[in-house]
């Protein structure tokens, strides 16, 4: 109830601009914006910011939010990133310094401004007016160990979730090998009638072959060479006998 009780803090007026406004935002979002709107608390607005290729926040997603007072759009709303970051103009608390939330202010900039601006101050820091002096300093003095430090951050707290595409070409590749395996499903079968081959009943070992060859040629194969091999040996072992007779 804590989060109505913010809405109706608010002037109707500036309820209904800020509705229109956050539809607007919904519908055509910025690039690399994604703004969270909820409709019961107009007064704290969350966005999602993709960090700009080619800096040290590539490839992060960073949560930040705008807090609107009770006399907004008199006065600029705060913002404050939720996610860690390292940045000049972020203070370690998450409070963004940006002249747009503050002397440069103007009631009639959007909320859709104040979001590109934000994101700009990460494709563009202003060390000069630095919350973080740490981040400040080691722009100014040396922009290698600034960049390793903040994509550092980045991977640590800000790393995008892997995509789903890369996830579903590996199904895609499981799908693609089964295909291009498919009597390995029948391994398991292949074994046991193998088994079935060496029991009492000698005939299900052809079974396999019978089936596939169909039609009467499956009848030949049921007396297989084994079976044509035993009354051969025999007639050799009478014949054999006979001699043994004559002497």
């Known amino acids: ?21 956050l539809k607007n935002l919904d519908d055509s979002p910025p ?21 700009p290729a080619g800096t040290p926040y590539e490839n992060g997603i960073f949560r930040m939010k705008l807090i609107l007072s009770r006399d907004f759009p008199q006065s ?34 959007g909320l859709r401004h104040v979001l590109l601006v934000v994101r700009c101050l990460l494709i563009e820091p202003f060390p000069e007016s630095a919350l973080n002096e ?19 951050y980045t991977s640590i707290h800000a790393l995008r979730p892997k995509s789903k595409s890369k996830s579903g070409a590996i199904s895609e590749s499981t ?5 291009g395996q498919p009597h390995t499903v029948l391994a398991p079968i292949s074994t046991s009638t193998g088994t079935k081959a060496f029991g ?26 084994l079976a044509v091999k035993v009354p051969v040996d025999k007639k050799k072992m009478d014949a054999r006998k006979k001699s043994l007779k004559r002497l």
Request: with cysteine; proline share 8%; hydrophobic share 35%.
């Open 200 to 225: 009492p009943n000698s005939q299900d070992r052809n079974a396999a072959p019978s089936a596939v060859s169909g039609g009467a040629s499956a009848a030949p194969r049921k007396d297989g060479p």
């Open 175 to 179: 799908a693609a090998l089964n295909k």
């Open 1 to 21: 109830m804590a989060s109505m009780a913010t809405n109706e803090n608010l002037p109707p007026t500036v309820i209904r601009q800020l509705a229109k406004e």
């Open 31 to 51: 690039e690399g914006i994604k703004v969270i709107v909820n409709d019961d608390d107009f007064a704290t607005i969350f966005a999602d910011i993709e960090g």
């Open 134 to 152: 740490q981040a400040g300093k080691l722009l100014l003095e040396n922009y290698e160990e600034y960049a390793r430090h903040a994509r550092l």
């Open 76 to 109: 600029p709303p705060k913002g404050f990133f939720t996610t860690k970051i390292f940045h000049p103009n972020i203070a370690t608390s998450g409070e963004i310094c940006v002249n747009t939330l503050k002397k440069d202010w103007n009631p009639s900039l």
